[in-house]
């Protein structure tokens, strides 16, 4: 919060957050947004972002000359609401296509804590905003505070609250729906909402940043703004993923929800396609490139008549594990044990697990045969990522096929972990170990004939 001193100045210029301005002291002139208070440090240092990116701040303290005066009003046309809250009804730019912006956390979220140096969560989504108020010339948004949550916090129940609110983000007139969410785990939502959202009327458009919002290389400002525009004008009504798609500031990448991947800890363009190519990329005007591989959206009319809905239920006792040399093969017994109804084993090459090792105490094969033969669904994957599983080549495979796993061709543990508990809170187990194998959400490809080093 700024000094009694400040603020007095600024309500005399008539200057809010988020205006453009301009600001002469010691003979240095700055120009940018005005941006809220850090809760740390002097009330008498404006902060302006900067046009590259980066906030500086303006001590206002003792008697120096300082001129300040407003270039330009805020662009944000935002209206903002708590999850419990009622939907606010009143959208500034009434010409523009309405986008609903669900607030989660993650590290687009984020600004460095100037107490303890380390990085923390937004807990008003209005700060984000400020960050970037070119969005309100691309569309007219509601934001919704659901949590503020990093993503490996995230569980089931998580998904299921975020289910519930992009369905009524869409029954209640939103074009398209943008999700911020932190990287780490965002390819298990984007996942769990593919195979929870029933006749999506837009794009559900999942978001995130690999470095915080008070950093002048961050990547959110760009990610959020591609985001923004494709919801606002995207015909994909599917789940996806949009971020960098290369290191620079280029084009953003919408990536298929059931085939996207984290595969770097830092790079801004650490999400990738598996097993199949990026379903549009997306400019910072605007423009908009779609694959072959795309979902032509509804006429007018049908969306119209359509009702979002989340199917939600989801079996949480589902296990996902690794198999590698030495590996016990106890753990199949333990989560049997434990009463957990699904297994995903991610497994090597083809989709193996030591079955015909010499040395017994390795053996997973009787520990499969009985796991299956009590009712645990087994689903079988490749650690290799790219490719597919096939229980016909090798012997190995084709016995834990003969003791009951099921093979799940060319999708990715995570998102086999995440189909499996969705299918196993919907149905029983025969029909999930059934429809484990089967295309839903475009999780399964026909052919796999991407170039994985592209």
């Excluded at 083809?350 to 053996?363: D, F, Q």
Aim: charged share 20%; proline share 4%.
């Amino acid at each position: 919060m700024y000094s009694e001193k400040v603020s007095s100045l600024l309500a005399r210029k008539g200057i809010k957050i988020g205006d453009r301005i301009r600001l002469n002291a010691r003979g240095s002139m700055f120009e940018g947004r005005l941006m809220p208070r850090p809760d740390a440090g002097s009330g008498d240092v404006i902060i302006i972002k900067l046009d590259n990116g980066y906030n500086v701040g303006i001590g206002m303290e003792g008697d120096a000359p300082v001129a300040i005066d407003k270039l330009q009003d805020s662009v944000i046309t935002t209206s903002f609401s708590n999850a419990s809250a009622s939907r606010s009804a009143k959208n500034i730019a009434a010409n523009s296509a309405k986008v609903e912006l669900l607030y989660t956390g993650g590290t687009i979220g984020s600004k460095v804590d100037y107490v303890t140096g380390g990085v923390y969560m937004l807990t008003k989504p209005e700060e984000l905003m400020y960050e970037v108020p070119e969005l309100g010339s691309i569309a007219s948004i509601n934001v919704r505070h659901l949590m503020s949550v990093a993503s490996e916090d995230i569980s089931y129940r998580e998904w299921q609250a975020i289910a519930r609110n992009v369905a009524d983000a869409f029954n209640c007139g939103a074009r398209g729906v943008v999700i911020t969410h932190g990287t780490d785990t965002m390819h298990y939502t984007s996942a769990a909402l593919s195979f929870m959202l029933k006749d999506l009327k837009g794009p559900v458009v999942i978001t995130g940043a690999q470095r915080s919002s008070d950093r002048g290389s961050s990547d959110g400002f760009m990610n959020l703004i591609c985001s923004v525009h494709f919801a606002a004008r995207g015909t994909i009504p599917e789940v996806g993923i949009c971020m960098h798609g290369d290191t620079s500031d280029e084009y953003c990448n919408f990536i298929r929800g059931t085939k996207a991947r984290k595969m770097h800890t830092s790079r801004r363009d650490a999400f990738r396609p598996v097993n199949s190519t990026p379903l549009a990329r997306i400019g910072t005007d605007g423009s908009i490139a779609y694959s072959n591989d795309v979902t032509v959206q509804n006429n007018a009319k049908d969306i119209k008549d359509m009702k979002t809905t989340a199917k939600e239920a989801f079996e949480p006792k589902v296990a996902l594990v690794k198999a590698h040399p030495d590996s016990d093969p106890d753990i199949i017994r333990y989560y049997s044990g434990k009463g957990y109804r699904g297994i995903i084993i991610e497994g090597t090459g083809l989709g193996h697990a030591p079955v015909s090792t010499p040395h017994k105490e390795y053996n997973w094969l009787e520990n499969i045969k009985q796991a299956a033969g009590s009712g645990v669904v087994i689903g079988i994957t490749s650690q290799c990522l790219y490719g597919r599983v096939d229980s016909s080549v090798y012997r190995n495979a084709r016995l834990m096929a003969d003791a009951g796993a099921v093979y799940c061709e060319d999708m990715l543990p995570e998102v086999a972990y995440v189909k499996l508990g969705f299918l196993l809170g919907n149905y029983g187990s025969e029909e999930a170990a059934k429809l484990l194998p089967v295309n839903i959400a475009g999780e399964i490809t026909k052919r796999s004939e991407v170039d994985w080093f592209v």
